[in-house]
Each structure stands twice: as structure tokens, then as C-alpha cells.
């Protein structure tokens, strides 16, 4: 006891910031999002923590019996669905609100009774080592989950340091306790994902070990080091494929109380004797390096038994972090979906190397880190929008070793290519574009960071010179990707075209002018898939001529890539004036807006998405996705700015909540939160790479951003309520701003910026 | 050509040892072992080198397509067949002469032609990349071969620095040049042992990647690195597995110029343009470590593309080593046998760390050795009987890293225990004993090396005490091995009982008087499986009975293993004495001796063995295994030393020859070669962890060991002949032995061992 009095006085010793007294973590309901199609976890994870320990509630394979795509599987990106009632254990990796699956490494189960290994179902019938739970024993915080698990009487409690995640289980007496370690179990379900794993029981009371998986990843390896708090009486394992250990000799009784155990699919358990309510701790440490580098993250991280420290200590990281965006006045509702979505900001990229520095490269070699922190999970076609944006205000540091990151990964890459989504030392192409540059474009317009700035433009022009990556090469000869030789051609040409100006934003910043004039070009690529004859973005072939079947409200087959030409249409963030030019003028442009807000889409238009449903959609517009999320500001650009602060409104009212199924989409590695915490605060950033943010209508009516630099910034939305949504002036530090947006500067460096709300719109 | 010159006088500086103008590799036929049951390869490869690169002359699947085993594998543990006439390609890693096959990893196959992936045969029925060859265009000599393939009109050259293996091939005019990279063959063929491979492509002219498999060895991965000199023009792969690289987005050709290809079973290509006579030479270097890791070996052992000064220098490091031994007196045919034999000494175990001392440990982890060279293939079973003895003669400091090799695999080893089978990083557990501890005690007794003795006495302790290992536990407990708990448990008990008066052994030299005591009554078991009724040693039970079914000469299912009652029953090398008093006295156990080596064995005793072959067999006596390779001098415990003298000049003129025919079974790591080079010499280490060499008779009239301590040794057979076989007498610096063993002193300190010989025996 006394010792634990020391350790809090040395935390809050340590947490001198303004925000040690108050507690924002209160405000985090990990569940939300885990209903329907946010792709959440509600387990325990540090702020970017490379531990994500989460419960797993059922699985689903991708394919059914008869070999068709299963389409529940969709649900599980990361493992947990609020309505389902069972659990079949806890795994270390989970990925946030991605729109596909991987990871679920080393699923973790407590059991008594008769040992099962069977998951769900035993050859003979019998019920698996699942067990059912309820919501009501359910309780999850910032770095830390709970649940009784109703068919063993068992009490789990997870909580987790960056690279090691803690768990402690509380077990009723029995002679037949059990503690599995599932090493087969992947996100989704127990399809055949796995390459090999290696299980080595060092001791009585330590593991250690690999999985290899090939999945959403390439070839993804993780090490690991289990440590059990008491030495388990006896062990075994049972391998559920062909794979041998030795096709010659057996020597050994490998099922049983033998240390090696490998294959493609084991489940390997661990037996004890417990009493009533008796407490058994595992820690679980991971590394991307080596069962070495494992130990080394475990004895760094948590040299303890103390799971209430761990715990305390975690509960701090979160406090500090959301203390940064001090939101005073929302009601309790809005400051849980708030506060949320700001935790939900800092569930990736994640931490991606071990204590000593070391991490697994794209090369699979071993690398150092050297004068940065490693990270991985890059979901950049959606996370460059806002997410990193967020970032630039809020947490430079990491987003400069981000950037860095970025650049090893390029250093790494055969291609020599920034990420197009980093995942854990692969590379796994999902999406378009090669946003990485608008992520290092934003930084250097805001002055973020010390990378180096002619690294980062040669890492650029690279990437973009790819010729054999999604249509590069026609997209430089012919100005467009030709929809023949490139599915999603007008999506590609279109976000090519912006990631073409971020580069010369780029180029300009380090006064490189010919690579600015060359990329400005590529910029106005743009106009190339435009028909004028009908108005919309449309797709061209090899022969320069557009094709002739097109609809502009389908989303599938023509030239977009989950949207439509409709709304995605409309993505040309670097040249926004001469696009709304280009389609007519701001009146004509508005009224698409207006239209594309309002119309009724035909259900066949929908049901062939996963990424777009129902609950995401109004109208035309897609906010349960992101190839839009610029549109609602768009209104600012065609002279109708009240538009935007109404739609602005309407979406954070409707389409964010403060429960379970608070996100009308996947949140996308945290874009579809960091959207929400932008336009809380009442601006928006339309164009990364430029230093300005697109005024909205802020839901807060006084938040204060205390920033790294020490600067504190109050935001104050003088007489907002929900029918005051319009804004009638906005000044910084006092002076009235006589344009539409806010400048980096002003929102980093000022003290106060003052929204004045009216329930009128100021036309 | 300057450059040239100048090399060779360095090299020739360095190399100032008395050899320096005598050619040993000239009688070496790198092809002998390679007919039949020997194992051996003919390819390139340095003394105790990581590379071994090896035609490979066909392929045989383990398994026939009706799922049954294919008997006509087993010839192929080396790739190659000298029977064979065609070639399917040249692999960087080769077993010499073992009992189970695995490695041929990285088969690289030149081409011209139409582009042909399939080894065999195509899908359409057309031929495959394999090609035809002749032995007469075929020449291998120590760290060299060649050979034309006749399908391609190309002229191979292989040779290999310690890491390095360096391809040149001489093309025809061709616009369709090939090299084809086959990561899927292994040794036996194309099995389904790969679990995953990786290979980028980093530039023009440089590859990288690894591969992993699971075959003998659980889990093996080797990383490479090959340079080509010459820029390939295109390039591509064929995937024969369903990994996908990414089931959702193909955003790529993947198959032509993509440069990262992976999977379970990929073949890879390189196209190039070639004039008439244009030589394409690729460097080809291993690690066990990291690409990274394979890099640094190439750079550092080939940092050139003189294909002439590699094999130069390799040439000279094999006559080094060769000179070791300088044979004066036989005939040109003898010779061939004795330094080919001694060649095969040399072949494993290899060097097993890159040049900056990194490995890859048994635990997976990356280690670094400290003061040795870490070393892996230690095929114990075989080479604690003379091969290891005779590095102690002509390699004490490589013995000496040998042995540190074997502690830190020991300590790297979950179960703590030496290895049984070292193998790359892995333990595959293949036959019985723990007989590194008999190397460690011949070291000891014999002060070859600075190794921890007493971390050497715990090392041998805990793997003594594995209680879960191949019946110790009972061993232990009930003074035997029980058969219907542990087959072949007569062969274990003998074993165990030898391995443990080693261990008696290391504990007296580091004063460990317990330890010796209690390993001293261990060692006396084998009394315990000798059944004084029948006269043999038999399998008894657990209930302290023997075993009621016996065939004293069947080799399968009687307690023995790759022997019979009769052969490996005269198993104690530890106290011959008493065995032989066991057995009925002196008298009768020669008696027993004769009858082993004149008896006709019926076939049904042979029919089912791989490994005890006719070609091997002499009565019931088998040199072409290794279980009885003692058993020639045992005559010299029962006062009848003349008729070991006969025998083991019959087994070197019988059994050993200077053709590709010339071993009678497998050359097993080197073991075979060793007893014959000891045999030549005229002495053998019947008992390992003894100083002492029983005297046979020699077959050289002179041979000089020229010693690592500056001394140097001449061995004199006066008036040696194929009449004259009997030894007379034989005299140490002139002063005349009277006993019938040499020790390790006067081997390795005097100046000239004479033997009279003479056409009688001395009875």
C-alpha cells in the first residue's frame, strides 16, 4: 500500500500540466462504434500503444461451407460486435475502424472444467471453450476492459503498457483451471491465414514465440513472451494440420508437458489448480523483431505483478492526451461522442518497435530507429484527410516521427514508394493515390516536424513515378488513367492529380521550382476526366474518347471507387475554384450540393456496399466514408457558407452518437473521428498541404487546444445552441476575420478565436 | 592479368606451410559416394564452407502419386545421382553423405530458348527446363565443377568462397537467354516442404529474399543474396501456389517486372540477350540471418567479379587443409581414395554464422558468437566415433568452436540439452544417444580446446536428465530402457550407458567426484540388457523381464535400431573388457567376432534397410553403417590383434574405392571417411573420451601429419604390402610399444611412429 502511495505521487509529480485534476477519460465509452459497421474494439490499449487487448465475441470465416463469401464476416474488423453474447477469448491485435481485416494475434482464453480446445464446437458436438457473457458484467475504459465470463464463473480484467498487454483473471476454486492460448484464431474467424507459428514454453511460468500470417498483410510476423504470475501445473497442445515436427522419429509425447511445439494451427493450454477467487495475471509481450526483443518490452514496460499500476499508469497516458482538447461546455452526451471520437484519433498508427529502437522494415531486415519513433498502420487514403491534419495541432511530435516513418518505409521499399497503407513491415496497396504526400505537404505548410525536407520530396517524385503501380505510367503519357487499362480511373486521375500538387507544395518549400512546375502540371490533370457535355467526372479510354455506358450514380464500374461520380466527383481539393468554374459556376455548383444532399438514391445503388450504408448516407452524400468528406465545407467556396453550418450540424447530430452505435460508418483508423473533432471545434481541413481550415459551425461553445508549443488556444462559440448553428462573425485574439477560414497559425498560435452564433444565416 | 599475378604471390606468401608446392586436390575425386548409397555431392564448396553448391541430377518425390512412399528417393540426400544423365539444376545446399535428405535450397538454372518454368515437364507435355549432360563434359574437383548442359549448348562453372556460391556460364548467341530462380525445389524434389519464400528484386542485377521449409530440419529459413553480372533485360515469376499477394486490390502485373514476389512455391526468371561465348556469372551468398546479413558475406568474401581468383583461392584453402596429411607411398588410386575420404572429412559440419559472427540461434533469436565460430550439422550418432577423434588430430581449433557451438545450442535449447542432430538453427532429433557428450569428454582427455569444462559437465548433466527424452526417464530409473515403453531400447541403453561414462569422464577432469560416481554407475546399464542365457543382449520390459519374441539377427522391432543383436550388441566401447568377459571370455567372443564376419545373412534380413546395403556388408558385419565401425578392432581385446589387422585392410580394399562407386553406404557426414583415413594411418579411437588409438593395420607406407602445434608427425610402415599386413612390432621415437594402442600423445607429439610389417601374423 504504501508503495502504491509513492508511485501516484511520483505520476502526478510527473503530469504537471494544467489537466491533473480532471478526468476526460470518464467521457470514453469504448463501445462506440463496435454496433453495427465502425470496425471498433473496446479492449485496453495506451494512446497509439502497439497492444490493442481486446475481446473477441464470435468468429466468422470468410468462406462458407459451400466456398461463397461470407458477407457477416464484414462486421469483425476487430473482432467485437455489441450484439453478440459470446466471447471466445482476447487477443493483442486489432486494428480500429479499418475497412478490412487482419491481425486477432494470440488469442488468450480462460477456462475450468473439462478442457476443450475446440472454439466453438468439439468433433463430438459438444460446446467449445466459448463462453456467453452479458453487457451488464461489461465495463470498458482508456486502457482498460472488463467482463465476467457467465459460463466459467471467471472475472477478466485487460489493461495493457505500449507493447505488453496485462491481464488478470479471477477464477472460482477448481482443479481444472485452464488458460488457452489459441495461436490459429485471425481476424476473421479461423480461415487459413496462417504460415506457421513456434510456441516455446521457456519455463513453468514462461512462453514464448511466433505466429507468421499471410493475410490483408503479405507476410506478417509477431513474437511474443507470455508470462503467467504462477507456474501452471501442467501444459500441452494440439495441432489441428499435417505439419510434423519430425516426419521420422517421435520420440517425445509432443501433445503433453513438451516445450517446442510449431505448426500452421495450434491451440496450446496451460492447467493450474485455483481457489476460490484466485487471481491469475498474464503479461503478453509483443515485438515485431524477436522472442528477444519481446523480453526486453515486457521487463522495460511492466517489471511488475501489479495490474492496478499498469492500470493507474495507463489511465494517465489516456488523461494527458485527451486533456488536450479541453472541451468545457457540451452536454454530457456530446462530450462522451467527443471525447470518443478523440480517443478514437489515437488508436493508430501504432508504435511500431521495441524499446531498444529495433523493428522489422518493409525488407523484412531489421532496422534501428534513429532520431524517431517507428509506426505502422498507415491507412492513408482515408487518415490524410483529417486525421493527420488533427495531428499537426495536436500531437507534432508523433506526426513528425509518422513522417519519418514513412520515409524508412520508403528507404525499405523495392519500389521505392511511400506507404499506401503500412501494415505492420508490409505494404498491403489498399486504396489509391499516394496520399503519404499530402501528409508531408500539411506538416511542411504548417511547419511541422525536422525531416528532412529533400528526403522528402525525393521520396516523393519517386512515388509518383511508379510506373507500374494502378496506371502511373498512362496517367504521366496521357494526362488520365484510361478506365481500360485501370479500373477506378477517374478516382485514380483525380487523386493523383491533388497528391500531384501536395508534391509541388512540396517542391515550393524547398525551392525546387522546376519539380514544382512539373507537379503543378500534373495537378490539373484534373480537368482531363471531365465532360463537359454532361457535367460530371467521367471515365476516358486509351483513346482519349469518354466511355459511352456511364452512370453517375452507380458505384460500382464507373471509374470511382466506393462512390459515385455524383459525389466523388467533386474531390479536386487543390483547385476548388476552378472545378466549381468548370461545372457551371458557385450557383449551379451549390445546387448540386443542395441536390446531392437531398435526392433519393435508389436502393440498388447501395446494397452491393460494404463501405456504404444506410446509416452513413444523406441523400447522395457519404459520411460513413471518406471520398467526401470534404463536400459539406464545399458550400463555403459558392458563397452559401450557412450551408456548410447547417450540414455540419446535421451530421454531427445525426451520424455521430454516444453509443454503441454512435459511427454511421468504419472509422477508418480514426478519419471518421478526427472529422467529427475538427468540425466540434467549427473548422475543417478541406485542402491538407494548404495552412488553412474551412470555417464551420462549432458544436463546442468553449473548448481549449493546450498544445506541445505551450501555448494554450480558447475556442468560444458565443451564443451557440442547437438552433444557433449559424455563424455571424468569427475574431482571433480580437480581430474580426474577414474570410471564411482559419489559418494554422491562428489556430496554433492565437489565444482565442471567437465564433459569434446566430440562429439566422448570414447571407 | 597483372592483377592476377600479384594476387597469387599474396596468396602464395600466406600460405608458408611445407605443402606450399605440392598438389593434394589433384587426387581428389569429388565424385566418389556419388554412385549408389554414398550421399555425397560433386560440387563447390569450401573446407567446412556454408555453401555447397551441387548439381542437382533429377528429382524423385517422397511420396508416388498413389500416396505411397517412393523407395528410389533415398539415393537422392546429396541431389545427385552419377547414374543420372540429365540436370535439373545447380542448388547452394547439400547434405554430405546423410541418412535423411533435406536443403537444396535456391536452384538456379541457366536456359536459352523458348521460357520454360516446369523442372520436368510442361502442362502441354513439352520438356521442361531440365537438360541432358555427359559425364565426359562433366569435372569436379575441390571447389570446383563444370559441365556442359547438352539441351542449351551452356557451359556451367561453379565455385564457392565460405558463404558465397559464384555461377559462371558460358552462353550461346541468344536473344532468349534465361536463368531461372526454382525456390520451390528441395531435396527430395518438389515435396511439399516450402513454407513460405520471399524475393525482391532490388535492382537490375541484384535479388535478395528467403525461404522457409519444414522438412527434416521444423523450421528452416535461409536468407540469399545473388548478383548477377550483368543486368538482366526483363524479368518475372510464376506463382504454382494459391497465396495471393493481396486477395482484395491486384493493382499490379505481378508476374512480369514486378519486383517482390512470394509465396509457397514460386519460380522465378531472368531474361538477357547474349553474344556467342558471353559469360553471365551470378554471385549467389547465404546468412542464416537476414538478407542484410547475406549482403555483408558477399561483400565481403567476393567483392569482385574474378571468377578465376575464387577458385584459385578455394583451391588453395582445400590444399591447406588437405596437407594436413601428407601421404608419400600409395598407389595413385589409394590416394585418390584416402584425400577424397579426407575431403569428406571436411564437408561438415559447416560454418553456420555471417562474417560478423551473427546467427541464427535455436531459440530463433539472432545471436552473435563470442570467441568461436558457431558451426551447425552435427550428425552425432555418426561423428563422435572418428570424425570428431580425428579433428582432434588435424583440426583441434575448429573441434574446439565445434564444441563451444554444442554449449551455446545447449543453452539456446528449451529442453537444455546438447544437440543429438544440429541442423540449422534447428534439432531434428534424428537417431538415439546424447553423444556430444562424448566429443566434449575426447576433447577433454585429449586437452584439444579452451572450452568452459565446467560449463561443458552441466551441459552434459541436464541433457543426461531430460527425463521426457527418448526413455531417460525410465533409463534412469529402472538401469534400462524398456522396450514396450521406448523401441530400440537396447540400442538407447548401450548408448546412454557409453555417453554417460563420457560424462564420468569430463566430471573427473574438472575434479567433480560425485557427478563422476554417479555417471560411472550409469555407465555400467548396459549389464543390464545382456541376457547371459541366450549370450546376447536383448530387449527387456518394463517389468524387469526380457522381452519373450527374439531374432538375434533381425534388424527391426528387437531392440536395436539400423542393427541386430549380434553387430551392435558388442556395443560397450566403455569397458570392452567386461562385455567381453560377459560374453564367455576372450576365446569365445573372437569366435563370436569370426562368425559375424563370415556368416551369410538370408535377405530378409537386408531387404527392408536403406541403410545396411549388400555393397556394405561383410558376413553380418556392416561398415556401411555406423553402429559396428568399432567392432574390426575389437579382436584386440581378446589377444588375436592379428586378425583385426586382416580385417580392416580386407574393409579399406573392399569397401572403399577411387571411383564414384566407391563408398558402401552412406558417407553419413563424414564418418565413413573418417574411419578409413584412420584405418590408412594404422590406428582407430574405438573409445572415444580415451586418449588412446587402437593399432590396426596401416595401408599408407609413409604419411606425415603436419600438426596445427607446429609439429609434425611421420607414420612409417616398413615393409608394408598387400601380403605384408600384419603388424610386428611398432615403435614410438624409437622406442618400442608394448601394448596395441597409440595414445593421443604420442599421435600428436612425437616425431615417428614406426610399424614393422610383415606377412604373418603375430600370434
Known amino acids: 500500500m504504501f508503495k502504491k502511495i509513492i508511485f501516484t505521487i511520483i505520476i502526478l509529480g510527473c503530469f504537471n500540466s494544467f489537466a491533473q485534476n480532471k478526468d476526460f477519460t470518464q467521457f470514453v465509452n469504448p463501445f462506440i462504434g463496435t454496433d453495427k459497421m465502425g470496425h471498433t474494439f473496446p479492449g485496453a490499449t495506451t494512446p497509439f500503444g502497439m497492444v490493442q487487448l481486446s475481446p473477441q465475441t464470435n468468429f466468422q470465416t470468410m468462406y462458407q461451407q459451400d466456398g461463397s463469401y461470407n458477407p457477416k464476416t464484414y462486421a469483425y474488423c476487430a473482432g467485437y460486435q455489441y450484439s453478440d453474447s459470446t466471447i471466445i477469448g482476447f487477443s493483442h491485435t486489432n486494428f480500429s475502424g479499418t475497412g478490412h481485416s487482419d491481425l486477432g494475434d494470440f488469442l488468450v482464453?480462460?477456462?475450468?472444467?473439462?478442457?476443450?480446445?475446440?472454439?466453438?464446437?468439439?468433433?463430438?458436438?459438444?460446446?467449445?471453450?466459448?463462453?456467453?457473457?452479458?453487457?451488464?458484467?461489461?465495463?470498458?475504459?482508456?486502457?482498460?476492459?472488463?467482463?465476467?465470463?457467465?459460463?466459467?464463473?471467471?472475472?477478466?480484467?485487460l489493461t495493457a503498457s505500449d507493447r505488453v498487454g496485462f491481464h488478470q483473471y479471477t477464477f472460482p476454486k477448481s482443479d481444472e483451471a485452464h488458460i488457452i492460448l489459441d495461436m490459429v484464431y485471425n481476424v476473421y474467424g479461423y480461415d487459413d491465414k496462417n504460415v506457421w507459428t513456434f510456441v516455446r514454453v521457456e519455463n513453468d511460468s514462461t512462453v514464448t514465440g511466433y505466429r507468421q500470417t499471410h493475410g490483408w498483410a503479405r507476410t506478417r510476423t509477431v513474437y511474443f513472451v507470455m508470462q503467467f504470475s504462477k507456474p501452471f501445473k501442467s501444459y500441452g497442445h494440439k495441432k489441428y494440420d499435417k505439419a510434423k515436427y519430425n516426419g521420422f522419429y517421435r520420440k517425445f509425447n509432443e501433445e503433453e508437458n513438451f516445450p517446442e511445439m510449431a505448426g500452421k494451427e495450434i491451440r496450446a493450454y496451460f492447467n493450474f489448480d485455483t481457489e476460490e477467487n484466485e487471481r491469475i495475471s498474464i503479461k503478453f509481450a509483443l515485438s515485431s523483431v524477436s522472442t528477444k526483443g519481446a523480453m526486453k518490452n515486457l521487463k522495460a514496460e511492466i517489471p511488475h505483478w501489479d495490474f492496478e499500476k499498469t492500470k493507474a499508469e495507463t489511465h494517465q497516458k489516456w488523461n494527458k492526451e485527451l486533456s488536450k482538447i479541453e472541451v468545457k461546455s457540451l452536454t454530457t452526451e456530446d462530450k462522451i461522442t467527443f471525447y470518443t471520437a478523440l480517443y478514437h484519433t489515437m488508436l493508430s498508427p501504432i508504435i511500431y518497435e521495441d524499446v531498444d529502437g529495433q523493428y522489422r522494415g518493409l525488407d523484412q531486415n531489421i532496422h534501428t530507429s534513429d532520431g524517431f519513433t517507428n509506426y505502422t498502420i498507415?491507412?492513408?487514403?482515408?487518415?490524410?484527410?483529417?486525421?493527420?491534419?488533427?495531428?499537426?495541432?495536436?500531437?507534432?511530435?508523433?506526426?513528425?516521427?509518422?513522417?519519418?516513418?514513412?520515409?524508412?518505409?520508403?528507404?525499405?521499399?523495392?519500389?521505392?514508394?511511400l506507404p499506401i497503407w503500412s501494415h505492420y513491415a508490409n505494404e498491403n496497396w489498399c486504396m489509391i493515390g499516394y496520399h503519404a504526400t499530402s501528409v508531408i505537404a500539411d506538416a511542411l505548410v504548417k511547419n511541422v516536424g525536422d525531416f528532412d525536407k529533400n528526403h522528402a520530396l525525393e521520396a516523393s517524385i519517386n512515388t509518383a513515378n511508379v510506373n507500374y503501380f494502378d496506371g502511373i505510367g498512362d496517367y504521366k503519357k496521357m494526362g488520365f488513367v484510361p478506365e481500360d487499362k485501370s479500373s477506378s480511373s477517374v478516382s485514380k486521375t483525380l487523386e493523383y492529380a491533388y497528391d500531384d500538387w501536395c508534391i509541388a507544395q512540396i517542391a515550393k518549400s524547398v525551392g525546387n521550382t522546376e519539380a514544382e512546375k512539373e507537379f503543378l502540371v500534373r495537378s490539373e490533370y484534373f480537368k482531363n476526366v471531365y465532360d463537359p457535355k454532361i457535367g460530371y467526372m467521367r471515365p476516358k479510354l486509351s483513346d482519349g474518347k469518354f466511355r459511352k455506358e456511364f452512370d453517375p450514380l452507380d458505384t460500382h464500374g464507373q471509374g470511382f471507387i466506393e462512390g459515385n461520380a455524383w459525389n466523388y466527383g467533386l474531390y479536386v481539393p487543390q483547385n476548388l475554384d476552378e472545378m466549381i468554374q468548370m461545372m457551371g459556376g458557385k450557383e449551379r455548383f451549390s445546387k448540386h450540393l443542395d441536390s446531392l444532399f437531398t435526392m433519393e438514391l435508389d436502393d440498388k445503388y447501395i446494397e452491393k456496399n460494404e463501405d456504404i450504408t444506410r446509416d452513413g448516407i444523406m441523400g447522395n452524400y457519404v459520411q460513413g466514408n471518406e471520398p467526401g468528406h470534404h463536400i459539406p465545407y464545399l458550400y463555403n467556396w459558392t458563397g452559401k457558407d450557412y450551408k456548410t453550418q447547417e450540414r455540419v450540424r446535421i451530421i454531427m447530430d445525426k451520424m455521430y452518437g454516444s453509443k454503441q452505435d454512435g459511427l454511421c460508418g468504419n472509422d477508418d483508423a480514426g478519419q471518421m473521428s478526427a472529422w467529427y473533432i475538427f468540425s466540434a471545434l467549427g473548422f475543417y481541413p478541406v485542402v491538407p498541404g494548404s495552412p488553412n481550415y474551412a470555417l464551420g459551425s462549432p458544436l463546442v461553445e468553449e473548448a481549449i487546444l493546450h498544445l506541445d508549443n505551450g501555448n494554450s488556444v480558447k475556442i468560444v462559440a458565443k451564443n451557440q445552441s442547437a438552433k444557433n448553428i449559424y455563424v455571424k462573425s468569427v475574431s482571433v485574439d480580437g480581430k474580426k476575420l474577414d474570410r471564411n477560414y482559419l489559418t494554422h497559425d491562428e489556430v496554433t498560435m492565437s489565444k482565442e478565436i471567437v465564433f459569434k452564433m446566430a440562429n439566422k444565416p448570414k447571407k
Not at 132 to 152: I, Q
Not at 390 to 398: A, D, M, S, T, Y
Request: hydrophobic share 35%.
Open 378 to 417: 498507415f491507412s492513408l487514403w482515408d487518415t490524410y484527410r483529417a486525421l493527420h491534419p488533427l495531428f499537426n495541432i495536436i500531437h507534432p511530435q508523433r506526426n513528425n516521427d509518422m513522417i519519418k516513418s514513412m520515409l524508412a518505409h520508403h528507404d525499405q521499399s523495392v519500389h521505392k514508394m
Open 109 to 157: 482464453m480462460p477456462t475450468v472444467g473439462k478442457l476443450v480446445l475446440d472454439p466453438l464446437k468439439t468433433e463430438s458436438g459438444e460446446k467449445g471453450f466459448i463462453s456467453s457473457f452479458s453487457h451488464k458484467n461489461e465495463m470498458a475504459s482508456p486502457g482498460y476492459y472488463e467482463v465476467k465470463l457467465d459460463d466459467y464463473n471467471i472475472f477478466a480484467e
